[in-house]
């Protein structure tokens, strides 16, 4: 089974910069196509902001972080990882990583601890 343990969130000023870790371990049986950043707070959509292709490496970024964000990985540390600059308010979240098909929404329900970040002044 798939297991995600986030790290690297904070409390930063709005125009801060955070990165945030995802160390992957496991298997799974599923044919995923890639790993993406989900961010969780109340009344919004649990939906990728930002993928990565498993096996091609492409990247994928919401409209509302591109420019901003950055996602990358060590596969030799089964690590991702989530650039985040020029943070904005609206960015304060719990960030979940997962595997996903279509960089949307995924089915993925075996969530890690999460990373809290909180963008304000």
């Known amino acids: 089974q798939l297991q995600f343990v986030e790290s690297g969130g904070g409390l930063v000023q709005p125009g801060g910069s955070l990165r945030l870790s995802c160390v992957v371990s496991g298997s799974t049986t599923e044919d995923y196509y890639a790993i993406g950043w989900f961010p969780q707070a109340p009344g919004k959509e649990h939906k990728a902001v930002a993928c990565?292709?498993?096996?091609?490496?492409?990247?994928y970024y919401a409209d509302s972080v591109t420019g901003r964000f950055s996602i990358s990985r060590d596969s030799a540390k089964n690590t991702i990882y989530l650039q985040m600059n020029n943070l904005k308010p609206e960015d304060t979240a719990t960030y979940y990583c997962a595997p996903t098909n279509g960089c949307t929404f995924t089915t993925f329900t075996s969530w890690g601890p999460g990373a809290q970040v909180t963008v304000s002044s």
């Open positions: 990565i292709g498993i096996t091609d490496g492409n990247t």
